[in-house]
């Protein structure tokens, strides 16, 4: 599967954006998905990640209650809705697939990695 995130760019903190992240092929439905975030000069780390029929999310305790992950499974796209943006929150954000159809927050769980978007978040 290919993946193609899209929506990063720069917000003032305090603001919202909204990340997709599309997906080749007709097995969609049966991956879970995640985001994850590589800030500058840190390692990548969890964002947010659910399941293949969107019944169960896992969010990362730094976005809890800020961001939200859903997916369209007719439409092939995971999203993640990010509020109240914190300076903080200001990374390349890569969405992932894995062919287990659980969500876990687990880096290495995943098969299949998308470009990354970026993220900036101004104070």
């Known amino acids: 599967v290919q993946l193609q995130a899209s929506g990063g760019g720069l917000v003032q903190a305090g603001g919202s954006l909204r990340l997709s992240c599309a997906a080749s092929g007709r097995t969609f439905s049966t991956y879970g998905m995640g985001w994850f975030r590589r800030a500058p000069g840190k390692e990548r780390e969890a964002v947010a990640a659910i399941s293949r029929s969107g019944d169960s999310t896992n969010y990362a305790d730094s976005v809890k209650g800020r961001f939200t992950i859903s997916r369209d499974n007719a439409k092939n796209t995971v999203n993640l809705q990010m509020n109240n943006l914190k300076p903080e929150d200001t990374a390349v954000y890569y969405c992932?697939?894995?062919?287990?159809?659980?969500?876990?927050?687990?880096?290495?769980?995943?098969?299949?990695w998308g470009q990354g978007t970026l993220v900036t978040v101004s104070s």
């Open positions: 992932a697939a894995r062919r287990s159809g659980s969500g876990y927050l687990l880096e290495g769980l995943y098969d299949y």
